[in-house]
């Protein structure tokens, strides 16, 4: 499996995926140098093989593989991330968003088409703060 973390700022959730998995493809897509340049010292570092570091803002019309698994965490509005990216899924392929709020998580899901994409909001367990995986998939 091959999955792109999306904005991965200080490698959450991406480099914890290429840790736990070290046999699946991870491509870490980062547009701040210096976040990129932390991400690949902890890459080498921990010579994890199996995690690319992407250096660059990505655009909906990019040369990016389609991929299994595509995650984010306070990356940006899902509309977005599904614009961004609909160049880079297969028919199989999964979004897997960290997201806060189920309030605002609804308010963003009006915005996308129920008839090309189906999703689930998970509640996770955090005392602290409410907190939600969103997994979106290609309606058949």
Do not use: C, W
Request: aromatic letters at 8%.
């Amino acid at each position: 499996k091959n999955v792109m973390d999306l904005g991965s700022g200080g490698g959450f959730p991406g480099m914890v995926i290429g840790i736990t998995k070290p046999k699946n493809k991870i491509y870490l897509v980062e547009s701040s140098r210096k976040k990129a340049y932390f991400l690949k010292n902890t890459i080498n570092t921990l010579e994890l093989n199996n995690i690319e570091v992407i250096n660059k803002t990505l655009i909906q019309k990019n040369n990016l593989d389609s991929f299994d698994y595509i995650t984010t965490r306070a990356f940006a509005n899902i509309k977005k991330t599904l614009n961004i990216t609909k160049n880079n899924i297969h028919k199989r392929s999964k979004y897997l968003l960290l997201k806060g709020k189920k309030e605002k998580i609804t308010e963003e899901l009006v915005t996308i088409d129920t008839n090309k994409y189906k999703y689930e909001i998970i509640k996770l367990e955090n005392k602290k703060y409410e907190r939600h995986l969103l997994e979106i998939k290609k309606s058949e």
